[in-house]
């Protein structure tokens, strides 16, 4: 065990590491040894910061899933129009996605190799945090007839999560699509897109114009199925 106290920073430079590694390579195939390698430190260092290389796991899991929450639900406080503060979250979706580049990746694996088994604490967070959140703002909307009264607000919250989550996981074939380079979608090309899935949102929502904008009553009858 080394002398000195836990540095933060060298822990975040170790979590960084197992995060590439765990979503090139998953997280049978990685080793602590590549992480130490791959973080620059010596291996027996890692188990000074984590009890092993579950815990470890877990911990991107969680600081991923943490920064993801903190941002979307500061991006969609306050007290505007429900349809800004869908814009707010889904832009704050995509910066977050875009500064963790490979934890979409990750997700994903964890989601087809172990049925998210080791995500489970996480998405349970997400759902009474941002999902809840976005539901909640889908039936304001609803409640105050500028968004369709005819859509489910659960399924309307994962159709819009959905779009930025597929944006980052199917980076390679984006690139293509987009004609980027090798490195992907440059930082001006996902903030436009940031834009674009917030207007997509939004439109997707929004109760078509001459469509009768009373006070939505589905979305009560939803929230009554979930009680």
């Not at 065990?1 to 960084?16: G, T, W």
Request: glycine residues 8%.
């Amino acid at each position: 065990m080394p002398p000195e106290p836990a540095d933060p920073s060298r822990r975040d430079q170790i979590l960084d590491a197992a995060e590439r590694l765990f979503a090139s390579q998953g997280f049978a195939r990685t080793t602590i040894k590549q992480i130490g390698r791959a973080a620059g430190v010596n291996s027996a260092l890692l188990y000074y910061y984590f009890a092993d290389k579950d815990q470890l796991y877990r911990e991107v899991l969680q600081r991923f899933v943490a920064g993801l929450v903190a941002r979307t639900m500061s991006g969609s406080a306050g007290g505007g129009p429900p349809d800004a503060r869908i814009r707010a979250f889904v832009e704050a979706q995509v910066q977050t996605l875009a500064e963790h580049p490979h934890a979409p990746r990750l997700l994903a694996r964890e989601m087809i190799d172990y049925d998210a088994a080791h995500a489970v604490e996480q998405i349970q967070h997400l759902s009474v945090t941002g999902f809840r959140r976005l539901c909640d703002l889908i039936e304001e909307g609803q409640r105050a007839g500028i968004f369709r009264d005819d859509l489910d607000p659960r399924f309307a919250a994962i159709s819009t999560i959905a779009q930025v989550g597929w944006f980052f996981v199917a980076r390679p074939a984006v690139r293509i699509l987009l004609r980027q380079g090798p490195d992907g979608p440059s930082a001006d090309v996902i903030h436009a897109f940031g834009r674009h899935a917030a207007d997509f949102a939004v439109a997707a929502l929004t109760a078509p114009a001459g469509r009768a904008r009373a006070p939505a009553r589905r979305s009560l009858r939803v929230r009554s199925r979930k009680s």
